[in-house]
């Protein structure tokens, strides 16, 4: 398992804000270099949170990400159950 601030590249997240190209240019290469880390790594599942979004995405064969939502939103909480590593999403938490 691995927890990040950052969503690795190839996860399909959006961008929320309207931001200057130098800002997205290096929050893509800090994107690039934890989705390097990420296929070093071979984590089972990653779980993000900086895009503020509940994203679940496949990102390679064994290697689930999960970004999970802002507080206050449904979606921003979860258990996991390590065994199986399913998830069980909570209401809204604060």
Not at 65 to 84: F, Y
């Amino acid at each position: 398992m691995l927890v990040t601030h950052a969503v690795p590249h190839g996860v399909p997240v959006r961008s929320q804000l309207v931001l200057d190209a130098w800002i997205e240019r290096e929050a893509s290469i800090s994107r690039h270099l934890l989705r390097r880390a990420v296929d070093r790594v071979h984590p089972r599942i990653v779980f993000s949170g900086h895009r503020h979004q509940r994203v679940t995405h496949v990102l390679r064969e064994h290697v689930r990400c999960e970004v999970l939502d802002m507080n206050g939103k449904v979606g921003n909480a979860v258990i996991l159950d390590l065994p199986s590593l399913d998830l069980t999403e909570l209401g809204r938490v604060s």
